[in-house]
């Protein structure tokens, strides 16, 4: 099957001259529709930047990303920001709410962007999959973390988008609810097919995924499966320590 969404020898470089640092390396990843990925590396290792140039937040300097067909790199802006606003969703870890609107506002927002009127029922839909229908018109400070970051996500699914990224969804809630926030995602694509990209630190996290890519230096230094916590923190040690550990070992590939 033909990946949803291709990256090919992607390189993209920050700053100029010699303070100049390669964030993604000739890197060469593609996703599958209906799967949920996490991206796992140490910090620095360039899994921000895979997922902003992933979603045409962000260009590479070489390499081509496509998405469903359409190639990122060879679009205008005015298209660029067409296929972001229709076909991507994107989930942060500050959650990004509107603190003025309440959450029903909040999920209508893009739909009110792309000038389009939601359909009867559909932002309230959105909420009540998300598990938040009796808190539509709550505005974020009357929220939980997990509430407003549920609210983000529904926000992100609202115009049904091709693909959801997530950097770091869970990384400010507590470990209770980010398994609740990690759940609802599983279950969106479990039950619904979403495809779904996710930055995280957290093994556990990792370990909701049916695959798990790490990155080191801005190349993939290994690709698995669905992992358990456990093997994802000993694959996670070895590629900070710069040694292989435990018993993925073998598999690691590591930098020259
Ligand atoms: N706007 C920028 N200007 C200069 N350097 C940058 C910029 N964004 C990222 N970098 C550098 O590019 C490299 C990759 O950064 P990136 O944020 O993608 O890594 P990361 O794996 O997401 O890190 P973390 O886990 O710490 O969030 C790092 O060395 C970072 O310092």
Request: aromatic share 2%; glycine share 12%; proline share 5%.
């Amino acid at each position: 099957m033909e990946p949803l969404l291709d990256l090919r020898g992607v390189r993209r470089r920050h700053g100029r001259g010699a303070g100049a640092v390669t964030a993604l390396d000739s890197l060469t990843l593609g996703f599958r529709a209906g799967t949920f990925t996490a991206v796992m590396g140490p910090s620095g290792s360039g899994k921000s930047t895979l997922l902003q140039c992933a979603a045409g937040l962000d260009k590479p300097d070489a390499g081509t990303v496509t998405l469903d067909g359409a190639e990122l790199t060879t679009l205008s802006e005015t298209e660029l920001t067409l296929l972001r606003r229709d076909r991507i969703g994107f989930v942060f870890q500050s959650f990004n709410l509107l603190p003025s609107l309440t959450a029903e506002q909040n999920v209508a927002l893009p739909l009110r962007l792309a000038g389009r009127r939601p359909a009867r029922g559909q932002v309230r839909d959105m909420l009540a999959a998300v598990g938040l229908a009796e808190r539509g018109g709550h505005r974020p400070a009357q929220l939980s973390g997990g509430q407003q970051q549920r609210v983000a996500i529904a926000r992100a699914l609202v115009t049904r988008p091709t693909v959801l990224f997530a950097d770091e969804p869970t990384g400010a809630l507590d470990s209770t609810t980010g398994r609740g926030v990690l759940d609802l995602m599983r279950d969106m694509v479990d039950r619904h097919g979403q495809t779904i990209v996710m930055v995280t630190h957290d093994p556990v996290a990792a370990a909701r995924a049916d695959r798990v890519v790490f990155l080191v230096d801005g190349r993939v230094a290994d690709d698995r499966g669905a992992m358990t916590p456990q093997t994802v923190a000993d694959l996670m040690t070895g590629l900070e320590s710069g040694l292989p550990t435990g018993p993925a070992a073998s598999a690691v590939v590591l930098p020259c």
